[in-house]
């Protein structure tokens, strides 16, 4: 189970703990000081790596990372090509694959391999879902591209 908390400056951090309450430990600084931020992360399929959006050492946008469940090898996903997007709800396809994520500057739904590599904007902004194993996505919106 993951779950976040956040200090008197309202720094979040990210947390892995058994789901009978046990060994709790520290997985990630997520970053920033906006307290409505969206700060869910996502098991991948195996169950040993989070997804999470974050401003991680104080990026302005806000961008996907993986971390391990045990806090070691934190990886950027995005932010690297130049473009200030921000990114929340990410979710793991249930392949491992890919990686499902909103994010606004180009509004719209993206998908990612799990590596970061890949994005491409596939739908409008809404809630959505992975269906048939992660070869379908469901979501609310008003159009598709």
Same mark, same amino acid.
């Given at each position: ?16 703990i058994e ?24 098991f991948s ?5 989070? #997804?999470?959006?974050?401003? =991680? ?8 990372? &993986? %971390?391990? *469940? !045990? @806090? ?17 709800s990410p ?14 500057? #180009?509004?719209?739904?993206? =998908? ?8 491409? &904007? %596939?739908? *409008? !902004? @809404? ?19």
């Amino acid at each position: 189970m993951a779950a976040v908390s956040r200090s008197r400056r309202r720094i979040a951090d990210i947390y892995v703990i058994e789901a009978d309450g046990t060994r709790e430990r520290l997985v990630a600084h997520a970053g920033g000081d906006d307290p409505s931020s969206d700060l869910r992360s996502s098991f991948s399929p195996d169950g040993s790596a989070l #997804v999470f959006a974050g401003r =991680v050492g104080g990026s302005g946008a806000k961008d996907l990372y &993986t %971390v391990r *469940d !045990d @806090g070691s090898v934190l990886t950027r996903l995005t932010g690297g090509d130049g473009a200030r997007s921000d990114y929340w709800s990410p979710l793991w396809s249930p392949d491992g694959r890919r990686i499902l994520s909103a994010r606004s500057g #180009v509004h719209g739904l993206a =998908v990612m391999n799990a590596d970061g590599s890949g994005v491409r &904007t %596939v739908a *409008d !902004d @809404g809630p959505a879902t992975w269906l048939s194993g992660g070869t379908v996505l469901a979501w609310q919106g008003t159009e598709s591209r």
